[in-house]
Structure formats: C-alpha cells, structure tokens
C-alpha cells in the first residue's frame, strides 16, 4: 500500500492563481481530511469527509473547496490564492473517524 | 477558547527523566482522544489513543479525565529520540478532529 499520498511536494503561486492539491489513499478508508499547519498554529482544519459524497468544514474553511466524487480521493482547491495560505497542507485518512488518522508528507504552498 | 489546548513549551528535560504533558478540551461530548508525534518537518504519526480506563504502551501512559476534561501523556525514563512536538486531538460529536497546538520537547543529553 502507498498509503495517503500528496501532490505536489511544493508549489509557489501568485496572489489569485487557483490550484487544486491532490490527495490519494489506497487503504478504503471513509474517512479524509485536509488540515492546514503554520507555526505556532498547530494543525487547523480545513475540511473532511466522512465518505463518498460527503463534505462538511471545519474550522477554516473560507477560501478552499473540496469535493469527494470516490473513496480514494479528496483534493482541495484554492479557489483565487491569498498570501495567508501560505502554509504547510497535511491531508489525513482513516477507516473510521474513532480510529486514526493515516497523514500524508504535506504539501508546502508559498503564495506570494 | 480554543477547543483544544496544549502547553506549547518547550520542555528541556535530561535524558532518563519523566515528562508530562496535559491537554485540555472544552466540548465535553468530545468521544475519541489521540496522542500524536510530529518531528520536525515531518507529518504527524500516532502514537497512542488514549481509553477511558487509561492505556499504557512500554515507557508511554496515556489518561483520560473527562470530569475535568483533559488527557495526559507521560514519558518514562526519556530517550534523546523522544525529542518532538507531541499533539493531542479530540473528535466530537460532529465528526470533526481537532488538534492543539503542540508540546515541543526537547530531551537534553
């Protein structure tokens, strides 16, 4: 198994590009999630997914869409880029939302 | 207030010491609790959850007090490879997982 994998490693984006960072996991888990992680912030979610379908925010969601259409994938989309999402992007899954979190390697965004 | 909160240190303890720490949560219909390590750089990994009757696992003890709501994680007899940002989350009732900020450690030779 590769696990949740992350693409890409590293991205530079102008102030109001839109990109979408891919999330993939090959372990059929439910549930998924996109955190973001900025120094001393700890991680902040983003949004999740209990499953095929299903979406909902969590605690700052303003300025990222995501969308579930299978299992396997859940990518967030910036949707017009802001130097404050300048950040370190983890996303997470796992077999259900009482076990534990499975992360990616992150994905480092610079927004200038 | 934060849902969740975290001493964020650092904590300088000698190799050989026991290192506590706390962490708070206000929901308290809070279900599940995680200990999760993050080296530098690194994504976070599970260390241990943390069950209503306490759970140890080797030189980790995890504990859960929900009168008070907060959990412990105590580190016996700490190794140099301890050294890292120690997390803790919380899942809710509405399915969301929200971590603290973080414990740094440092384990000092």
Request: aromatic share 10%; glycine share 8%.
């Amino acid at each position: 198994n590769a696990g949740v994998t992350q693409t890409p490693k590293f991205q530079v984006l102008k102030t109001g590009q839109s990109m979408t960072l891919q999330c993939a996991q090959d372990m059929n888990h439910e549930y998924m999630s996109w955190y973001r992680q900025d120094p001393g912030m700890g991680l902040r979610l983003i949004h999740y997914s209990v499953g095929a379908g299903i979406t909902d925010q969590g605690e700052v969601p303003n300025g990222y869409n995501v969308s579930r259409s299978t299992t396997e994938d859940f990518p967030l989309r910036l949707l017009s880029a802001a130097p404050s999402q300048t950040s370190v992007y983890f996303c997470a899954s796992s077999y259900d939302r009482r076990e534990t979190q499975y992360f990616g390697p992150g994905t480092r965004l610079l927004v200038l | 207030r934060k849902e969740v909160e975290q001493d964020p240190g650092p904590f300088n303890v000698p190799e050989g010491a026991t290192v506590a720490f706390n962490c708070t949560y206000s929901n308290s219909a809070s279900q599940s609790f995680f200990w999760y390590r993050q080296d530098c750089r690194k994504e976070p990994k599970l260390l241990m959850s943390v069950y209503s009757s306490g759970n140890e696992d080797g030189r980790f003890t995890a504990q859960l007090n929900r009168a008070s709501q907060y959990i412990s994680l105590l580190i016996r007899d700490s190794k140099l490879s301890d050294s890292a940002t120690y997390l803790c989350a919380v899942m809710n009732r509405d399915d969301k997982i929200i971590f603290g900020k973080g414990t740094r450690l440092h384990i000092l030779p």
